[in-house]
């Protein structure tokens, strides 16, 4: 039940009514909600707005609480549909009180010490994109700095602030002639979002004219600050709300994402180089980072070693020494180690510089993890480079090195290293999962190994009698060539002691309830090889059963 306060505008009165929307879906009161801000901003104009403000944030505030309430319901698929219609609403009205041409509204990460907006992907696009940068970084970082307001008058160009707008304006065929920049903050005095509005217009322009014609080369005045003073109150309720929700649904996405990369490691076979890529590839999906590398550790040599992906799709194996470089550094105190943007200003950073500009890459950020087993031991370090930039934005080009390119001027936070920590957990399984594998089939080839060098005949089976392994003596006696196979038979099928009952022999020693049992020995028996009699060999038969390590009176 979502219950608010609804205000039509008729006659230059506002009249005051009441509407109920019953919805038993979370879908259903997020679009009321969504509909019910757009109304209450659709009232608001520069000459009523300080008679309808107080009893439109009473209205806000109930529509504030049920958006709250919905943040536990966040399966909604058309959620970011509502948001971007709420923010486009409200950027709207803040344009048409202050008669702005345009207006930005930037978010601030105090995780990420970042200032964002939020943008629709593309026309028609519901999904939604970021726009960051430094929280310090040029005007709007100086307003969320200092929270003070910052009025640049015509023309905005002489401003020796004006180099990032230049730029960002020859981008885009725009210009910025007058620019007003204020903090919005909440009643603690912390501060919520920074409002952009770029040239103030005139009042009356032709429905054509240019924005040079249609500029008020007055600028933003004392009064429009005021004014906007009036209607921050609402835009912060709406915005506070808009901020908390888009960040659950982000969160939510990255769940998401871990969950995907947990199930499909849980799907990767038992080969150590294949798990050892795919932890590496959905490591660089979930941070999206730009480069990810998995170092395992070599306790004999007290070394770490990573294969590293060639140009040629090939792979090279590195190796470093335990406590050299981050990578280094971590698998040495088991402790993460979060390098934001940027890099090259971290004291140890002189050997990143070196291999960047001899590889032509260039890192910015990093994040190295530690990677322990189920058993709690620290087997390796999860290495990710280069966290990107939400937007749009040019591809690194070498030849711009050592300068920093656009795309990685971001940073890993601490809500990727929680989803590293639970993403390494499942990584370390996989990996234990598949070293073992590696070193059972690493001790099975030194087993047919040994077998292949034993001159004796040696036939090894499982506790059903089907074949194993066979050596070439063995082969040999038995009246086969050595690159004939009888894995998978039976070896009662094969063996044939004149006089004597293989099958009978070989069944007491599997089901021997004693040491002595479990070893059965024949000497000078005759073995008939595939059942020809001109073909005998005289041997000495031993048959031994070998008791499960784990429970003795199994085979």
């Known amino acids: 039940m979502v219950a608010a306060s609804v205000y039509q505008h008729n006659s230059n009165q506002v009249e005051k009514g009441s509407i109920s929307e019953a919805n038993s879906s979370a879908a259903g009161s997020l679009v009321a909600a969504g509909q019910m801000i757009s109304n209450f901003l659709a009232l608001l104009n520069r000459e009523s707005l300080k008679q309808v403000v107080p009893d439109v944030e009473s209205s806000l505030h109930i529509v504030n609480q049920t958006l709250s ?24 009205k803040t344009a048409e009180l202050m008669k702005a041409d345009r207006v930005t509204i930037f ?7 970042e200032l964002w907006s939020v943008v629709a992907k593309g026309e028609g696009n519901n999904t939604l994109g970021e726009l960051r940068f430094p929280a310090d970084q040029g005007i709007v970082g100086e307003v969320a700095t200092f929270k003070r307001v910052v009025n640049v008058p015509y023309d905005f160009y002489d401003d020796p602030r004006s180099n990032t707008a230049k730029k960002s304006d020859k981008k885009t065929g725009y210009r910025t002639y007058t620019l007003l920049a204020l903090p919005l903050l909440n009643r603690q005095g912390d501060l919520v979002a920074v409002v952009q509005l770029l040239n103030k217009v005139k009042n009356s322009y032709t429905q054509n004219a240019s924005l040079n014609d249609k500029i008020d080369r007055q600028g933003f005045t004392e009064e429009d600050q005021k004014l906007f003073k009036n209607f921050a109150p609402s835009m912060r309720l709406v915005l506070e ?32 180089q294949e798990t050892l890529t795919r932890v ?11 480069r990810s590398t998995l170092w395992l550790i070599d306790r004999e ?11 040629d799709g090939s792979s090279q194996e590195i190796r470093i020494l335990m406590g050299v470089g981050f990578a280094g550094k971590v698998a040495q105190s088991g402790e993460a180690l979060n390098i934001p943007f940027d890099l090259y200003d971290h004291p ?47 591809p690194y080009n070498p030849n711009d090195w050592p300068e920093a390119p656009e795309c ?40 047919r190994d040994m077998l292949r060098s034993l001159s004796n005949g040696v036939i090894s089976t499982d506790k059903t009698g089907k074949i194993i392994a066979t050596n070439e003596s063995a082969k040999k006696l038995l009246g086969y060539d050595p690159g004939d196979s009888l894995e998978g038979l039976s070896v009662s099928q094969f063996i044939n002691i004149k006089g004597g009952n293989f099958a009978q022999w070989l069944q007491n020693a599997l089901t021997a309830k004693t040491a002595k049992d479990s070893r059965q020995y024949y000497p000078d028996q005759t073995l008939i090889s595939q059942g020809l009699e001109s073909s005998k060999h005289c041997v000495n038969l031993s048959i031994n059963s070998i008791a499960d390590a784990s429970d003795q009176t199994h085979v």
């Open 301 to 311: 040599r007290n070394e770490l070693w990573a294969q590293i992906p060639q140009a």
């Open 241 to 272: 709300s808009s901020k908390s929700l888009y960040g659950a649904t982000q969160r939510q996405r990255a769940a998401t994402a871990l969950i995907k990369a947990t199930e499909s490691l849980n799907l990767s076979s038992l080969d150590l």
């Open 408 to 447: 990685w001027q971001a940073s890993f936070n601490r809500i990727d290293e929680e989803y590293m920590k639970a993403f390494n957990i499942q990584a370390g399984v996989a990996i234990q999962r598949a070293k073992l594998f590696a070193t059972i089939k690493q001790q099975e080839q030194i087993q």
């Open 107 to 113: 978010f601030l990460d105090e995780d990420k010490k």
């Open 280 to 290: 590496m590839d959905e490591a660089k999906t979930l941070m999206k980072a730009d």
């Open 348 to 394: 140890n950073s002189d050997n990143s510089k070196k291999v960047d500009q001899e590889s032509g890459y260039r890192t910015c950020s990093l994040l190295c993890m530690p990677v322990y087993n189920s058993n709690q031991e620290l087997i390796g370090v999860t290495q990710l480079v280069n966290k990107k930039k939400t937007g749009d934005n040019d």
């Open 69 to 92: 309430m919905l943040e536990a319901l966040l399966e909604n698929q058309d959620f970011e549909k509502v948001l971007l219609e709420i923010l486009t609403a409200i950027t709207i």
